[in-house]
């Protein structure tokens, strides 16, 4: 059992950057790879990054690449997602996830098992 609490949310103007974090409980947290969901108003959850277990393999959804850093720390059971260059159309809850049956790295939501409660990033044109 792992338990996910994303923190760093908030509000920012277009252009700024966000910090956001997931800590996990447990001792295993190595043992999962990890993912960044987004969902706005009105959509479906959505794909934004992932990190291997040990960091070494990252993948991003096509609106985020270059814009958007995920890392982890496994000392410290934290995933961080860095957001720079924000836009309007990033406004959405963020959600951090952690699987173990996939393969390194997946974006499907269903390779997940583990799900946190979400932090509001709103990003104001």
């Known amino acids: 059992q792992v338990q996910l609490e994303e923190s760093g949310g908030g509000l920012v103007q277009a252009g700024g950057s966000l910090r956001l974090s997931c800590a996990a409980s447990?001792?295993?947290?190595?043992?999962?790879?990890m993912g960044w969901f987004r969902q706005a108003p009105g959509k479906e959850r959505e794909f934004v990054a992932t990190?291997?277990?040990?960091?070494?393999?990252?993948d991003y959804t096509d609106s985020v690449k270059g814009r958007f850093t995920i890392s982890r720390d496994n000392a410290k059971n934290t995933v961080y997602l860095q957001m720079n260059s924000l836009k309007p159309e990033d406004t959405a809850v963020y959600v951090c996830?952690?699987?173990?049956?996939?393969?390194?790295?997946?974006?499907?939501?269903?390779?997940?098992?583990?799900w946190g409660q979400g932090t509001q990033v709103t990003v104001s044109s």
């Open positions: 996830a952690a699987g173990y049956m996939g393969s390194s790295a997946p974006r499907s939501q269903s390779a997940y098992k583990y």
């Open positions: 447990g001792r295993t947290f190595s043992s999962y790879y």
């Open positions: 990190i291997s277990r040990s960091g070494g393999n990252t």
